[in-house]
């Protein structure tokens, strides 16, 4: 499966051994700037239940922009 620009992503995901954000997700809002482990440094746009999850809609330079679940990306505040 191919994912689009819109589409969730989950590059670099955590999986067994690899770590979790460092913070609580729920304190993200727009204007915060994060650090992803594939795509850089960007700015949070956009924060959205999804169930038990949140999809964080972030903007990175040279990425574009990419909406990515909380709970598996990973993300750090910067």
Do not use: N
Not at 9 to 18: E, F, H, M
Not at 54 to 76: C, D, I, R, Y
């Amino acid at each position: 499966m191919r994912f689009g620009a819109g589409d969730l992503r989950t590059a670099g995901a955590g999986g067994p051994g690899r770590p979790r954000p460092s913070f609580d997700s729920s304190t993200l809002q727009a204007g915060d700037k994060v650090r992803h482990a594939v795509f850089g440094e960007g700015t949070v746009v956009s924060c959205a239940p999804a169930g038990s999850d949140t999809v964080v809609t972030v903007a990175f330079p040279e990425h574009g922009v990419k909406k990515l679940l909380a709970s598996v990306a990973p993300l750090e505040k910067v």
